[in-house]
C-alpha cells in the first residue's frame, strides 16, 4: 500500500504532468496557427507579419 505522502507526491507529479502537457499542446495549437498564416500568406509577406502580429498581440493579451 502508498502512505499518504506518496500518494499525495503522486497525485502532485500527475498534476505536473498534466499541466506541462496542456501547455505544449496549447504550444502545438499557437505554432500550426502561426504556420498556416504564413502559408496561407506566402506571395504577401507583409500581410504574413501583420496577421502573425496581430495573432500574437491578441495571445500575450489573454495571458496577462
Do not use: C, F, H, W
Not at 14 to 29: E, H, N, P, Y
Not at 38 to 57: F, Q, R, Y
Amino acid at each position: 500500500t502508498l502512505s499518504s505522502s506518496s500518494a499525495a507526491s503522486d497525485v502532485y507529479k500527475r498534476q505536473a504532468t498534466a499541466k506541462a502537457m496542456g501547455q505544449l499542446g496549447d504550444a502545438v495549437i499557437v505554432g500550426s496557427a502561426i504556420v498556416n498564416i504564413i502559408a496561407e500568406n506566402a506571395d504577401k509577406p507583409e500581410m504574413a507579419i501583420e496577421k502573425v502580429s496581430a495573432l500574437v498581440s491578441e495571445i500575450r493579451k489573454a495571458i496577462d
